[in-house]
């Protein structure tokens, strides 16, 4: 069997062994809910997940882990925070913008469309950025850290001071699903209310997310059962603190127990540079090839002139390279840059030289 070339890091890495046997140890030795229990089982499973959630507020620069919730993914946070924020502030004006991926503007957009809030535009400058000088006053603004169409990084920490100089009391939301997998995150620097990422886009499982809350004891919490309640006598409920107040239910565990092991592996990888900007060149050098991102870009984004890229994705697939072909769930910003959808390279730490080099010559062969 040829070997498989897969070149769709940003839509989910691959998992590295130490991912894979972390959780297998944790079902094989320590498998058991998770604050249900008093047995040796049970108590290895309660200090594998304080671990885990130590080393995220870690990784992400929080103050506390009790500001780190556990979700499904990026996708499940940002549905969840419209119903926490709504829960608790009177939202009139939500701050949107065309780099925004479905998951962040869809949940906004389908309450406005019921009539409850009125959705605003962030301008974006000539290179595709959200222009930090024009942002508009609103009471949410919601900030993808990095599109997953041009793969560069906004300047989060400078978006959010001017949008708190419009509105001290704006409610910053920041999507760093595609962020997380390039640039380190701070979010006491970028003095954020919410950030949430996905654990598979840096080679943990599907399936585990993180959601960040600055100041969790603000909100009400938006699901309810097992696990957040302390106790209940009649009609009355005693709610439990963060996180717990927003982890009803059971969390997915295995997938937590390799979450740290893949952000030790994902912080030793160098990014692939020298791999995305040898293609990159390559593919300068093909006319029929039109660019979408910068050199410096975090990924390749390209049509093909006279080619549908569903056409190019069979194509390319047959020879055993995988690339992401579509609207890669971001269609605003395809239509801000005129054209249907894309294709994407995106590389990650099992990804060689000569990967780049045989599928440059696999595309000149293609569309030649």
Sequence with gaps: MNKIIYLDAAASALKSSGVIDAE???LRDSYANTGRGVCARSIAADEMLAHAREYVANF?????A???????GTTDAMNRIVNIVRGTKNVK???VADIDHHSARMPWENVARRGEMELVKMPLDENYDIDAGNVPYADVM???AMSNVMGVGQDVQKIIAAARDKNPNVITIVDAAQYVAHAPIDVQKWNCDFMCFSGHKIGANTGVGVMYIKDPDVFMPDKFGGGMVQTISGDTWNIDVAPNKFEAGTLPLAQI???PVAIDAWRTWSGGAD????MYDELSKMPRVQLLTPRDAKIISFVVRDMHVLDFGVLIGAHDVCVRVGNMCASWMHHALGVDGSIRISVGPWNTMDDAVRTVDIIRGIIK
Excluded at 60 to 64: D, T, Y
Excluded at 66 to 72: A, L, R
Aim: hydrophobic share 50%.
């Design 66 to 72: 009790n500001q780190v919730i556990f979700t499904s």
């Design 275 to 278: 791999i995305i900007s040898y």
């Design 142 to 144: 919601v900030i993808t």
């Design 257 to 259: 127990a390799g979450l």
């Design 24 to 26: 297998t140890r944790f």
């Design 60 to 64: 992400i620069g929080a103050e506390s």
């Design 93 to 95: 004006t939500v701050a």
